[in-house]
């Protein structure tokens, strides 16, 4: 699978690729070592507060505090330590969330196009069913139910889009399913497990990897627009999403407290979106749709 | 024929299915009346709630009554006003399809042009920058282009007010953020069906007849890609119940995004039920409408 990953033609094809693909990987590169790095990083502990320095502006404005480089919020809490830890948050819960719906619609595309039948069935009215119910309202729905905490959160954006995966992957498996090569493990008494995860995986794996990237930047709207309307993690731990949403009251004259944040989610799901476009074309894949 | 009743009964069958999970979904975690109950409820006041919501039947003996319910055309009753669910929807329908008709509207007038000129002058500057904004509008999230809007138009410029939907003024930035996440997909849509017609055969036929442009554009063309156009906008209706619920929080606009994350938030599950329900059924119900018309113009569907 990791063939892929450092496939020559894939350095080649960076090389010649747009200012802005580059531009947005070299980005993407360094809002990830940020989120690794947010404890050395960051100025302050992001939940320690400074009541006498309370919504500060950013440097350049007026009543702007020396070391607080974007200002405080309403607590005199340190908004650039913040950012930081939030981008952290937001980046893990994206990451593993991802993974989740990635192995869960992997494993049941894979079952689906392979067994067929009565399986395949059973697995296609579920992905029916989960297309009919919008993430969104299943989040809320589950949220709702189980509380909000930062497992459930996981949980919740996690089981969102697998559907896509395990769509395309049963569309991929059938085609090749009757490929020669994997004619020829059968015949040479390999076992399904072995035929699956060493012959088909890694010729089906350029799709999976364009619908994971794409797949972060979904989770990170979801994770961040949850988090907006109070459903996410709980204050005071930060996530962009949150201190977006809390920082609308203070819009109008501390514009800086929600601006801030809604720019870093806007920056980090357009970079994860850039490079999904990016590696579909390079990689040529044809996600179909329907 | 067989077509249309297989199809039909799984579209019945993934109705079902959403309504199953909700419930079960809603009971897992217990008692709902736990969650919402005040606090000092005396033992006969608790009784009496748990009985008033059907909450004292076993689990089973709840669920087909549910059902029952929904054949009836009674959906349960709202935990804190005790009115009925269909009630408490319809009171706030008003607000939410007025926003979203009139986006949905100025998405169409606006998208639909701007993407089959993406189409037709492929090279045009005017082309990239149309296709830039359907990019934008595809990757900045819909709050937080309310949240800039809010920004200039409220509280640098003074022109708009923030909250509600009291005067016409009210409506024009929580339509215009509404409209510009639904214009991206309506600009790609209508771009990539009419690129694939103009490649077509019959245009090369109709341009070598010697027609004008704009007869081969608009009588051959778009009559042919306006079908995949309408079809994906059906699709997309259904698509859009989170851009209403977000762009409702930021406007403070009292529809029913906003009732289904209060009912979210105070655990109001029958709301809560309704509203998956609901949506669940436009979904499925516009893609099965999708598909038989495919199928009763495209004979090669229905034998797959």
Redesign the interface.
């Known amino acids: 699978m990791f063939s892929i990953l450092n496939n020559s033609e894939l350095v080649k094809k960076f090389k010649k690729s747009d200012l802005i693909i580059k531009g947005g990987l070299f980005l993407l590169f360094l809002l990830i070592l940020v989120a690794i790095f947010a404890p050395i990083l960051a100025p302050y502990d992001p939940n320690s507060t400074s009541l006498l320095a309370r919504l500060r502006p950013p440097l350049g404005f007026e009543k702007f505090k020396v070391g607080f480089l974007l200002g405080t919020d309403e607590l005199g809490r340190d908004m650039l330590s913040r950012l930081i830890y939030g981008l952290r948050f937001t980046l893990f819960i994206a990451l593993v969330g991802s993974l989740i719906s990635m192995t869960i619609g992997t494993l049941i595309g894979v079952i689906s196009g392979y067994v067929g039948g009565i399986i395949d069935n059973i697995f296609m009215m579920l992905v029916d069913i989960q297309i009919a119910f919008p993430g969104t309202l299943m989040a809320l729905l589950l949220i709702s139910v189980f509380g909000s905490s930062i497992t459930i959160l996981i949980f919740v954006v996690g089981i969102s889009g697998w559907e896509n995966y395990a769509r395309v992957v049963r569309g991929q498996v059938i085609q090749i399913k009757n490929e020669p090569y994997v004619s020829a493990a059968q015949v040479a008494g390999a076992k399904p497990r072995r035929i699956i995860l060493l012959h088909m995986l890694p010729n089906i794996a350029s799709p999976i990897i364009v619908l994971y990237t794409f797949g972060i930047s979904n989770i990170i709207l979801l994770e961040s627009s949850l988090s907006f309307l109070g459903l996410g993690i709980q204050p005071p731990t930060a996530t962009l999403g949150s201190m977006t949403g809390l920082g609308r009251d203070f819009l109008s004259s501390y514009p800086h407290i929600c601006v801030l944040p809604a720019i870093v989610i806007l920056l980090i799901a357009l970079v994860f979106l850039l490079l999904g476009d990016w590696l579909r074309d390079s990689l040529d894949v044809r996600l179909q749709r329907k | 024929m067989r077509f249309v009743i297989i199809r039909t009964l799984?579209a019945f069958?993934?109705?079902w299915?959403?309504i199953t999970?909700?419930f079960i979904?809603?009971r897992?975690?217990g008692n709902p009346i736990d969650n919402f109950a005040p606090e000092g409820l005396s033992n006969e006041e608790y009784n009496y709630l748990m009985e008033y919501f059907g909450l004292n039947e076993s689990y089973f003996v709840q669920y087909i009554s549910y059902f029952k319910g929904i054949i009836e055309g009674n959906f349960g009753f709202s935990y804190f006003s005790f009115q009925p669910v269909t009630e408490v929807f319809f009171s706030k329908l008003p607000n939410t399809l007025a926003l979203f008709g009139y986006a949905f509207l100025v998405s169409l007038i606006i998208g639909i042009p701007l993407g089959i000129y993406a189409a037709i002058y492929r090279n045009s500057i005017l082309t990239t920058f149309i296709m830039a904004l359907a990019f934008t509008g595809?990757?900045?999230?819909n709050?937080?282009l309310a949240?800039?809007a809010?920004?200039l138009f409220?509280?640098t410029l003074h022109l708009l007010p923030t909250v509600g939907l009291e005067t016409p003024y009210h409506y024009i930035m929580p339509v215009g953020c509404l409209a510009m996440s639904m214009l991206a997909g309506k600009i790609r849509y209508s771009r990539s069906a009419m690129l694939d017609v103009l490649n077509e055969d019959y245009i090369r036929t109709a341009r070598s007849k010697g027609l004008s442009e704009r007869i081969v554009i608009f009588k051959h063309a778009f009559r042919n890609a306006s079908m995949p156009i309408v079809s994906i906008l059906g699709l997309q209706i259904a698509?859009f119940?989170?851009a209403v619920?977000?762009v409702e929080?930021?406007f403070a606009i009292d529809g029913i995004g906003n009732l289904?994350?209060k009912?979210?938030?105070f655990?109001n599950?029958p709301i809560?039920q309704y509203?998956?329900m609901l949506?669940?059924?436009i979904?499925?119900l516009a893609?099965l409408l999708v598909d038989l018309t495919y199928a009763l113009l495209d004979p090669r569907i229905r034998v797959n």
Do not use: D, H
């Not at chain 2, 595809?138 to 999230?141: E, L, N, Q, S, V």
């Open positions: 799984r069958l993934t109705i299915g959403v999970l909700t979904a809603t897992i975690a595809y990757a900045i999230p709050y937080i949240i800039f809010i920004l409220s509280f698509g119940i989170a619920v977000l929080a930021v289904i994350v009912a979210a938030i655990s599950y809560l509203g998956v949506w669940g059924s979904v499925v893609t």
